[in-house]
């Protein structure tokens, strides 16, 4: 869940370096740290916090090189600490390595190199890595591609996940990197070139990038870059060009990303529905090739993802099994794997995960795989590794998103989501025509009916001004307002470090009403008119018991005992949690505003989970 950077070229790289690190911040903010080739030596100067402590103190540095790597971390093994920050170099000082990933033998290996008489400084998995490219380089005879053997060589002895970048003051011209299960992308410049984990912290500088498999190496030099098998096989590679706007990745006078975000999702919307759906059409997707024969033989869909992408794929489900008629469960990506899923050729399984990076997603696809069912990736990241593994892709557009707190890729998620199952039912005829025209009506009218939310905000930023210093709060909600309910919870949790909790409201008295006391916070999400007297009896139980209220609602409630009360536009059942999300947004971002937080970089979280 670290980031990685690299720069060879004619430009100083230092700086190019640290605006690479800031641009991914996002994946980790526990230390940073860089490493140069300069006058012949290594020299590497990083800091424990964040990317803006690493800046200053390299502005008051003499760094002056045209090649380095550098990394923004997000602790797993040893604390967050200068010493623990990465790059680490060998004993020798000839060789230097940022990582992102675990590496799940490192014991043994430290075990093996401590024998050999090396030391450690640090508590990190990865200092063993410079370690044992030093040790196989000292005994490689032969002198032709000899830095690359060597960290063949090591990197054949690694289990667990890694993406790479290696430099050596003996090979001051070049950087080898290498990846398994970590995402790794190289930007191709003119005389210079660029390496990062995700593509936002390189678009300033190229819009043309080769995308690193599996166990594949890279040997990068400033006009060249040799790309090598896990045999050290040579091979040709296919350059990619992603037409994402530099721009998207700023802040364009917002006070926080996440913010901008929240305000993007009009558009990032219509990016998702893009050409996939018109009034008078049948829904088109030119990424799958699903026939009417293959969709009759689904006995059931698994939609399996994490966090706010799991959220995604309940309201999903819901539209799934109401519009195709076809059994559709959600699984926990992280629990998938390790429940013995019954899967087969007659199943369906389809991945949600906004970077395409997600360890637990990636790991449950191949599983499905191995099983014989189809699987199909739903990511926001053209090439990430998740679109790479599965049989089809859709992506949903929805531009970069940097906060960590996901907003406009969820709510894109759902929309596709739901264009999704229109498209399956219209292929297999299961739903009635007159009814999908009027939901795909309603679809193309989400733009419109989330700039009149972002438009009045007032009452949800008074209701976080009274309950800011809170430390509990509850979500209730029935049908796809419980998944809306799960969803604001998370982000609440996320941002704020407010302990909240999610319930079906119809669980309320099995056990949850014994948590509800004079003054306890209780939000309510009302949008499904088959379910509103319900709720609203619900609802009323903890008034009864003293519970400050907030409910979000498109519905004419005659109830007038809740003490605040948004109104959101009116829309079909199914896609209500696009609209009935956003002033949960709105509620964690203001609520952590007041308490003085960063929005966008929530503590001991990264925007991008690339472990178990």
């Known amino acids: 869940m670290c980031g990685i950077v690299g720069y060879i070229g004619n430009k100083n790289a230092t700086p190019i370096l640290i605006n690479g690190l800031q641009c ?8 940073a740290g860089i490493a140069i080739v300069q006058n012949g030596k290594i020299n590497i100067v990083k800091d424990k916090g964040r990317v803006s402590n690493l800046k200053n103190i390299c502005s008051n540095a003499n760094l002056n090189s045209n090649i380095g790597i550098a990394h923004t971390r997000w602790a797993t093994h040893g604390r967050p ?8 170099i060998d004993n020798s000082g000839n060789f230097a390595a940022v990582h992102n990933g675990i590496i799940e033998n490192y014991n043994e290996l430290k075990e093996f190199l401590t024998l050999k008489g090396y030391s450690f400084l640090s508590e990190t998995d990865t200092e063993v890595i410079p370690n044992l490219i030093h040790y196989y380089y000292t005994n490689i005879i032969s002198d032709n591609d000899k830095f690359l053997k060597a960290v063949n060589s090591a990197v054949d002895k690694l289990r667990g996940s890694y993406a790479l970048e290696i430099i050596s003051s003996l090979y001051p011209d070049q950087i080898i990197v290498v990846r398994k299960d970590s995402p790794l992308v190289i930007g191709k410049g003119n005389g210079e070139n660029f390496i990062a984990s995700d593509i936002p912290a390189m678009l300033y500088y190229t819009k043309d990038f080769y995308l690193l498999e599996d166990n594949e190496y890279a040997v990068i030099y400033k006009d060249n870059i040799t790309f090598f098998d896990n045999f050290l096989s040579e091979h040709s590679k296919t350059i990619k060009n992603i037409e994402w706007d530099a721009n998207a990745t700023e ?10 975000e929240i305000y993007e999702q009009p558009n990032s919307i219509r990016e998702t529905i893009g050409s996939r759906l018109e009034l008078g059409e049948k829904c088109s997707f030119d990424d799958i090739n699903f026939t009417l024969e293959y969709l009759k033989s689904i006995n059931k869909i698994y939609i399996v993802a ?29 629990e998938f794997r390790y429940c013995e899923p019954i899967v087969d050729k007659n199943t369906l399984c389809i991945y949600i995960s906004q970077s395409g990076e ?8 191949k599983l499905a795989k191995e099983k014989g069912a189809k699987t199909l990736a739903i990511s926001n990241v053209i090439g990430s590794s998740i679109t790479r593994e ?7 557009h929805a531009g970069p998103e940097i906060a960590v707190a996901s907003t406009k890729a969820y709510t894109s998620q759902v929309v596709l989501m739901v264009i999704l199952a229109i498209h399956f039912s219209e292929i297999l005829g299961t739903s009635d025509k007159e009814y999908i025209n009027k939901l795909k009506s309603d679809i193309l009218d989400l733009p419109a009916k989330i700039e009149v939310i972002l438009s009045e905000t007032n009452i949800i930023q008074e209701f976080a001004n009274k ?11 029935r049908g796809t307002d419980y998944d809306v309910a799960m969803e604001g919870s998370l982000k609440l949790k996320e941002i704020s470090y407010i302990h909240s909790e999610a319930y079906a409201a119809g669980e309320l008295k099995h056990g949850p009403i014994a948590l509800i006391e004079n003054g306890v916070t209780v939000i309510s999400i009302i949008t499904n008119s088959n379910l509103v007297e319900k709720t609203l009896s619900n609802v009323q139980e903890v008034i009864t018991r003293g519970a400050k209220t907030l409910v979000i609602t498109n519905q004419k409630l005659t109830n007038t005992d809740f003490n605040f009360v948004i109104t959101i536009p009116e829309t079909n059942s199914i896609i209500s ?22 929005v966008d970089k929530p503590r001991n979280l990264a925007k991008s989970v690339t472990v178990e």
């Open 24 to 31: 991914l911040e996002y994946r980790g903010y526990d230390s």
């Open 81 to 88: 600490a200068k010493i623990n920050s990465h790059p680490h």
């Open 251 to 260: 802040k364009n006078g917002y006070e926080d990303y996440m913010l901008k």
């Open 306 to 334: 994490c966090g706010t992408a799991m959220h995604a794929g309940l309201v999903g489900k819901n539209a799934i099994e109401k519009l195709c008629k076809i059994p559709t469960e959600v699984e926990i990506a992280s």
């Open 358 to 365: 997600t360890a637990d997603t990636i790991a449950a696809l």
């Open 390 to 396: 599965a049989d089809y892709t859709i992506y949903t």
């Open 467 to 477: 309950v800011y210093t809170e430390h509990d709060m509850y979500f209730l909600g």
């Open 577 to 598: 949690p696009i609209l009935s999300v956003i002033p949960l947004q709105f509620l964690a971002y203001y609520i952590a505003k007041n308490k003085g937080l960063d």
